[in-house]
């Protein structure tokens, strides 16, 4: 199966008011077919770039962004320094070996105002909590929070914690695409009851901002 029928066409609507407003220059990494960057070019005057090391994804997202590179983000790829405004990594770095050198890696490339824009999953949603718990099991799945591709996994702490660990500042750390309703009488109980002791269960992903500490 190929990225492109693996992975929806997806412009991540969710993840657009992160980009800040003065952004004009903006960098995504591992940008699929390149629908998050269109769809701010619809409503926005800004110039997207996009790295996606998948062939036929880099070729369709080349159609519709500024500039793409058909390769992952590393020391020496083609990038100018200082240039982005903001750099992106929607459900990007959990399929990466080494996250943790990217995200240092791409202070290069940000201007001095520039931010970094992460998406991530969270391994805490009740779905995967339940999982575990009640199947005694961790199967993998074609996509989700147990994508049978992911390297990494993370809790809101653990994401936190890699980020500044990076040398950044976590300017926003909200949860995104919450989804916990169940019709199990029990599940919607104890979320009534422990609704503020559970508030890091809901969100299937966690959306961060983050600058550079320079």
Request: proline share 6%.
């Amino acid at each position: 199966m190929s990225d492109i029928q693996r992975y929806p066409d997806s412009p991540r609507s969710e993840m657009q008011r992160f980009v800040p407003a003065g952004a004009r220059r903006l960098l995504d990494v591992g940008c699929h077919t390149g629908a998050f960057g269109h769809a701010l070019k619809q409503v926005r005057d800004i110039e997207v770039w996009g790295m996606e090391p998948a062939a036929d994804a880099a070729a369709l997202a080349a159609t519709r962004l500024d500039r793409v590179l058909a390769e992952p983000m590393a020391a020496g790829c083609a990038l100018p320094d200082a240039h982005f405004d903001a750099i992106v990594f929607n459900d990007v770095l959990e399929h990466m070996e080494a996250p943790w050198q990217t995200l240092e890696l791409a202070q290069r490339w940000l201007t001095p105002d520039g931010v970094v824009i992460i998406s991530l999953p969270n391994l805490l949603h009740v779905e995967n909590v339940e999982h575990m718990l009640f199947e005694r099991d961790f199967r993998y799945e074609g996509r989700g929070v147990r994508d049978r591709t992911h390297l990494r996994f993370f809790t809101r702490k653990s994401a936190l914690r890699m980020i500044e660990d990076c040398g950044y500042r976590v300017d926003t750390a909200e949860g995104i695409n919450e989804s916990w309703w169940s019709p199990s009488p029990l599940r919607r109980l104890t979320f009534r009851l422990f609704d503020r002791w559970l508030a890091e269960f809901k969100p299937q992903q966690f959306a961060f901002v983050a600058r550079p500490q320079r």
